[in-house]
């Protein structure tokens, strides 16, 4: 059996509510997916946690759903944070959507000096990570932040969020990260990031920065140099089976 159809949509859900379709929306649920007046799907909104719905309405551009009961609470990630720096953009697609997944709650494009990436199309990051929310069952969808400079990102930095640099200079020799969280273990958690470098690499004025910085910690990945979209899978997986919710 198909499993239920789940969608994002921005418009409040709770009990009776009717949620209106856009155009994309009724595209997908009408001609995609094949429903059609009267067939059940889920809803989340990030807020609201997760909706049974039904459709009331089905038209070529639009239609409407009602909401008729909840099937979850809002679940939100824990409060960590990815910095990558862009890379070509079937990985980066990848990266945004792995992100998602694991429960990275803000995703954070960098531009950092061996970045080849001067834009980048936002709006189709975020879909894919809303895309990625839609079938991993999740609640929550991670905003993707605007392309931004690594220095600036750094200058502006929150208040007790701690930043771990994956830095492939300490492949094999620094402190692993999984060893660095597990001695973190039993600390309430706290606002975390991680930041991972792009197909170049960090440069040595970005090394030095970094690690001028009260909040970072530079850690390694083990013995090999990963490419960044491996890295970033296993960096937010070490750090959420030590301080997230895989606990
Ligand atoms: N071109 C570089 C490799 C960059 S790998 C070189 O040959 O040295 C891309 C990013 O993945 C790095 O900037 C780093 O953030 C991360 N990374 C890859 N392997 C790593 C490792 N073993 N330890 C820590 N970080 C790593």
């Excluded at 809803?43 to 609201?48: A, C, I, K, T, V």
């Excluded at 200058?155 to 402190?175: H, I, Q, S, T």
Aim: proline share 6%; aromatic share 6%.
């Amino acid at each position: 059996m198909a499993s239920v159809v789940r969608l994002y949509v921005e418009h409040p859900l709770g009990a009776g509510q009717t949620v209106p379709l856009e155009r994309a929306q009724a595209h997908y649920l009408f001609n995609v997916m094949r429903l059609g007046e009267g067939a059940e799907l889920r809803l989340f909104n990030g807020r609201d946690g997760e909706w049974a719905a039904r459709v009331t309405g089905a038209a070529k551009r639009g239609g409407t759903l009602q909401c008729t009961g909840q099937t979850a609470q809002q679940r939100d990630p824990p409060d960590l944070w990815l910095l990558f720096a862009p890379i070509k953009k079937a990985r980066t697609d990848f990266i945004v959507e792995k992100a998602a997944e694991l429960g990275a709650a803000r995703i954070l494009p960098v531009q950092t000096d061996h970045t080849n990436a001067e834009r980048l199309r936002r709006d189709r990051l975020q879909a894919h990570a809303m895309e990625a929310a839609e079938q991993c069952g999740g609640t929550f969808v991670p905003e993707v932040a605007d392309l931004a400079p690594l220095s600036q990102i750094l200058r502006g930095w929150p208040e007790g969020r701690r930043l771990l640099v994956c830095d492939e200079a300490r492949a094999g020799e620094g402190e692993r990260l999984d060893a660095f969280l597990g001695r973190r273990a039993v600390e309430a958690p706290g606002p975390w990031a991680v930041l991972v470098g792009p197909e170049g690499g960090f440069s040595e004025a970005e090394r030095a920065r970094l690690a001028g910085l009260p909040f970072a910690v530079t850690v390694s990945l083990g013995p090999r140099i990963l490419r960044a979209d491996t890295a970033a899978v296993a960096a937010l997986t070490l750090w959420q089976i030590a301080l997230g919710d895989w606990r």
